[in-house]
Each structure stands twice: as structure tokens, then as C-alpha cells.
């Protein structure tokens, strides 16, 4: 869980420059720090603007206090471990305890002031990436700003001039420090509460990583063969599931901070993209999707009614985006007789495992792993394995679910009679004998 231990103090106004000395020490909030990767209850607002607050999936919101009309907030870029799914931690650079950071959350036209301190072993920035905010808040080292060198504290203000979806991340050695994951998602919900409102609404952040098998470290020169397909830097089977209620009009928000488009791909449903890091969509331009590619730098934000019970397929459609770390270098055996080749194997490497004469389908498969990764495919479902990693979820779609209620819901329970089923083959027809060529025929 996150701590807010003593949200106190006075800040005096300060410019976007380094934070030094005792007397602005005290007056920095205290950083809240959060040591879980599962998605925590919506942080509800407690004063200013009434607002819909975001759930992140395997994430939190970050806590605020006030001070006078300015809302404060504490980053801290520090290293983290974090869990990719049971069974695989990678050691990565984050903000708060956690890769992907904590999601900031204000209202249209609020005033903020972001605290960022430098626990890394280089210096940072933080860039507020498609946020119209003033040049020199901007966080474009040495253009914008003196790069934060380690140990020091930075603050950032400006005022919430959109409302939308946004992200943020460095720009300050970029291309290490965002592949070791640093990054986060900012919401700046609509002044007016009543602007396309919705009942529930999820947030998350995708990247991609390559983690060698039997490493804890990703090799952050990689720029196209990854391994680690994630979303807020988990896989699948350990990416939340979305719990929605029947008849809820669900918003979910999407960032791309990896190396590629990412087509996303909802079951079960049509949906209408609606804001993009630029801004709203006019209701005029929006057009009936089941699947929205998702650039690399960009944020897409899709609304849905969830008009149809029942666990729905939630993912990536690049198919080798729906797996793990063992996928990668394998040839393709589909069709080549295992039997001479196993043999020979085996006086090699007797645990080896010869694979693929008929396909990849793992799900019974039992096999010995290297340390710290996830086979190419996992998961199980009441029907039996389900054969998916990396960029996979499920919208959850139930009855009766209370307005806060984001707890996994369990399988559904199918109505009888509306699940696919088996059915005994035709019996084998009688052989039909060839007509005579009606041209060879004498009248």
C-alpha cells in the first residue's frame, strides 16, 4: 500500500530550478511510496472540483496536498523492482517504488507544483508529454532546464490549461532511462463534471523491454527484438483484469511508450475513440472501432458500453506481442518428425525438449525454465489453459458490482446452453459411383 504519513508543511512559491537548503526541504510533501503491483481503489477527491477518478491497472494514483490554491505533488526517480508476473522480477528505474510511476490526477484549470527528486545514479528530467505548460517547465534537459543531477530536487508548475490524457517520462539520457521505465500517465479530468461522464474509468501504460533468460536486467541498447510485451509493466497472467459492471460506460485510456504500434483489440464489443493526447474528438468525427492502433508516442482513449456480459479477450493483435520471453530464436519444426531429432538432442542435453512438429500449443506442456522468466505462453481459464502472455487481459462484465468494486469477479458463469460444445462427427457417407458422360450417351 502507499503511505501519505504527514502531508504538511507550507512551500513557499519557488521557480523550475533545483530545491535546495533546509528550510525548502521542509516545506517538500512527503513522498508517497506504494510496494504493490496490484491495482488500488480510485482516489477520490477530498476538496476542489468534483471529479471521476482513473483506476491504473497494477498501479495507483498519487496523492496530493494543497496549498493555498496550488496542488503539490512528490516524485522521487529512484531504482525499483518490479514483478512482471509471479515468477519474474526485473530490476528497473522508476517514481515512487514502481515502474510505470504513480498516475498524477487534477482538473482542468488547477494550478500544480511537482516535486521531483533525483535518487538514480545520473541525472533526470521529467518531460509532461503533450501537456501545453510554459518552455522552461517543459523538462527537456539542457534546452529547458538544468538536468537534475543526483540527490537534488527540482519543482515544476503550471497550470492544467486541457483537460485529457497525458503522459510523462525523461528527456535526459531517454533512450536508457525509458527503457529501464521510467515513465508515467497524467488525467486531467474536464472542469465540468458533467462532460461525457462515465462510470468507470481504467488507465495504463505500454512499453517493451528485453530480459535476457536468467537476468534481472533489461538491455536497454535493444531497439527491436524484445522479449517482455507489458502493460504498466506487467504481463499476462499478471495483468489485472478489468471488473466492470453490466450497463457501464467505461472509459479506458491507453499510453504508448515502447519501441512500436500496439492495435488493441477489445471482444465482444464496439467502442468510440474519443481523446487522444491532442485533445477530444468531436462527437461528429467518432466511428464504431473493435480494434485502435496506438502509435508509438501517443495516447489513444476509447469509451465503450459494456452492454454484454461475460469475460471478454482484451489485447494486443500483434500476435508475438501476446507472449513471454521463451518465444524468441526458435525454429519452426511444424511438420519435421521429432523422433531422430529428439534422439540426437538428447545425447546433448538430456532434459531438452524438442518442439513445435505440430505446433506451439504449451498449455499442457511441463517443462524446466532458465531463472527469472515466464514461458511464451500462460494462464489458465475454467475451460482450461489460456495460451497468452505479454499485452492480454480481460474485461470482466458483471451484474451488480458496487460503484467501487474493482475486485476480480471470478469466472463467469455462462448461462446454460450458450457455451460452444462438441459434436459427434458425421457418419462416413457410402462411396457414390461416377455418373455416365451424358455425351457419350446414344438416343
Not at 109 to 136: A, C, Q
Not at 282 to 289: H, M
Request: net charge negative; proline share 9%; glycine share 10%.
Amino acid at each position: 500500500m502507499f503511505s501519505r504519513r504527514g502531508f504538511l508543511g507550507t512551500a513557499a512559491l519557488v521557480s523550475a530550478s533545483a530545491v535546495s537548503g533546509r528550510v525548502q526541504a521542509a516545506s517538500i510533501p512527503e513522498a508517497a511510496h506504494m510496494d504493490k503491483a496490484v491495482m488500488q481503489p480510485p482516489l477520490h477527491p477530498i476538496s476542489g472540483p468534483d471529479y471521476h477518478p482513473v483506476v491504473t491497472l497494477n498501479g495507483w494514483t498519487l496523492p496530493f496536498r494543497m496549498n493555498g490554491d496550488w496542488k503539490e505533488f512528490h516524485l522521487v526517480a529512484e531504482p525499483v523492482v518490479r514483478e512482471f508476473a509471479e515468477g519474474m522480477k526485473v530490476n528497473l528505474w522508476g517514481y515512487n517504488g514502481q515502474s510505470p510511476g504513480p498516475t498524477i490526477e487534477a482538473v482542468e484549470g488547477d494550478k500544480v507544483r511537482i516535486f521531483v527528486t533525483n535518487r538514480l545514479p545520473e541525472y533526470t528530467t521529467v518531460h509532461w508529454h503533450g501537456m501545453i505548460i510554459p518552455s522552461g517547465m517543459d523538462g527537456v534537459g539542457g534546452l529547458t532546464q538544468p538536468h537534475i543531477e543526483p540527490g537534488k530536487t527540482f519543482v515544476y508548475e503550471f497550470e492544467m490549461k486541457k483537460s485529457g490524457t497525458f503522459m510523462y517520462h525523461p528527456h535526459s539520457d531517454e533512450m536508457v532511462q525509458m527503457a529501464m521505465g521510467m515513465m508515467g500517465m497524467v488525467v486531467v479530468h474536464p472542469r465540468d463534471p458533467n462532460f461525457r461522464p462515465v462510470d468507470r474509468d481504467f488507465v495504463f501504460v505500454m512499453s517493451t523491454h528485453r530480459v535476457d533468460p536468467g537476468t534481472y536486467l533489461p538491455r536497454v541498447n535493444e531497439m527491436t527484438d524484445f522479449n517482455m510485451w507489458t502493460w504498466n509493466a506487467r504481463v499476462f497472467p499478471g495483468i489485472d483484469p478489468l471488473p466492470v459492471r453490466l450497463g457501464d460506460k467505461v472509459r479506458v485510456r491507453i499510453g504508448n511508450l515502447s519501441m512500436t504500434n500496439h492495435p488493441i483489440h477489445l471482444h465482444g464489443h464496439s467502442f468510440a475513440v474519443t481523446c487522444t493526447d491532442g485533445g477530444w474528438i468531436p462527437e461528429s468525427a467518432q466511428y464504431p472501432e473493435t480494434t485502435t492502433d496506438v502509435p508509438v508516442g501517443a495516447v489513444r482513449v476509447f469509451d465503450v458500453l459494456a452492454d454484454n456480459p461475460g469475460d471478454w479477450a482484451f489485447h494486443c493483435h500483434k500476435s508475438h506481442h501476446t507472449m513471454n520471453a521463451m518465444g524468441h530464436d526458435m525454429r519452426n519444426m511444424i511438420g519435421v518428425s521429432r523422433k531422430d531429432l529428439a534422439k540426437a538432442v538428447g545425447k546433448l542435453a538430456p532434459d531438452a525438449m524438442v518442439m513445435g512438429q505440430s505446433g506451439m500449443a504449451m498449455g499442457n506442456m511441463e517443462m524446466p525454465a532458465p531463472d527469472n522468466t515466464l514461458p511464451m505462453m500462460s494462464g489458465a481459464g475454467q475451460f482450461g489453459p489460456i495460451e497468452m502472455g505479454g499485452m492480454f487481459t480481460v474485461m470482466k462484465i458483471r451484474e451488480g458490482l458496487a460503484r467501487d468494486d474493482y475486485r476480480d469477479p471470478g469466472p463467469y458463469q455462462f448461462p446454460q446452453g450458450t457455451v460452444a460444445y462438441e459434436v459427434a462427427p458425421p457418419a462416413a457417407e457410402p462411396a457414390r459411383q461416377p455418373a455416365s458422360p451424358a455425351h457419350k450417351m446414344k438416343m
